[in-house]
């Protein structure tokens, strides 16, 4: 681990954070998670059984928190209000669990995030005690604000939840990272490996993704791809990429001691 992801103050070894929905059940979900290799796995409280529905099959027998970081997760919330009181179900079925990720949505059919709501929960569960990684919009501007309230990592969608389309802002996203003291992580939009790959290598401390797994023809093998790409992509921005040079050439072999030249 000589180059670990730092949240809230604790060391991780892999970057690319796995969200549990949309697997066809939880034993596929187990198996897609330890092919992504990934240890924070996020947890829609309100769409997961985490032990509020006792008799029913748990995500907990499959995935203990004994192995791995559990990340409740406010999906389907669209006030602050909700997304609040979510989190704090989640922390009394998890005994005090503390780090979550806030997302309040703006709109049913994009699931773009709703900003003024999102900080308006993010500086309520800062205050009462929570370690909040935040989902927000690429807004350089609204990132600072989250990481002013407290929150622990910001969350920049590349795209629209679910959509696949990969980074469409590069540029803002550099942007976030440029001026961020606390991790920034790609969240939403991310279809395939080289999306992953792209995200690292602009500087991204880490990836989210649940669709580009499970909605994949093989979640298990995606699942293994997407692990690779992210550690391509954080190894191709720790080594630094040869400039860009328009209109000049630039020949890999040397040149001294050519036949004919001097």
């Known amino acids: 681990m000589n180059d670990p992801l730092i949240i809230a103050g604790k060391a991780y070894h892999s970057r690319l954070l796995v969200g549990t929905g949309k697997y066809k059940d939880f034993a596929q ?19 997961t059984n985490i032990g509020q529905e006792p008799g029913q099959p748990s995500l ?8 791995y970081t559990l990340l409740p997760n406010t999906a389907g919330c ?51 005690g929570f370690k909040v990684m935040v989902y927000c919009a690429d807004d350089p501007i609204q990132a600072k604000r989250l990481e002013e309230i407290g929150c622990v990592a910001v969350m920049p969608l590349a795209s629209l939840i679910g959509s696949g389309m990969g980074i469409l802002n590069p540029w803002n996203l550099r ?7 606390v991790p920034v992580l790609v969240d939403a939009g991310v279809g395939t490996a080289s999306d992953a790959a792209i995200a690292m290598e602009l500087g991204c401390d880490g990836v989210l993704m649940n669709t580009a797994i499970a909605g994949a023809q093989d979640p298990v093998l995606m699942a293994s791809a997407m692990k690779k790409a992210v550690e391509a992509g954080r190894e191709a921005f720790r080594a630094g990429r040869m400039p860009r040079k328009l209109y000049s050439a630039s020949p890999s072999s040397p040149t001294g001691g050519l036949i004919g030249k001097a």
Request: no cysteine.
């Open 29 to 47: 979900t187990r198996e897609a998670i330890e092919a992504s290799g990934a240890e924070i796995v996020t947890v829609a409280i309100r769409r």
């Open 60 to 67: 907990l027998d499959y995935l203990p928190p004994s192995k």
């Open 78 to 128: 669209y006030t602050a209000e909700d997304a609040v009181r979510t989190l704090r179900l989640a922390r009394e079925l998890l005994d005090g669990h503390d780090l979550v990720k806030l997302e309040v949505l703006g709109d049913a059919q994009t699931l773009f995030p709703d900003m003024p709501q999102t900080l308006a929960a993010a500086e309520t569960l800062v205050k009462d």
């Open 175 to 181: 942007l976030i990272i440029d001026n961020a003291k």
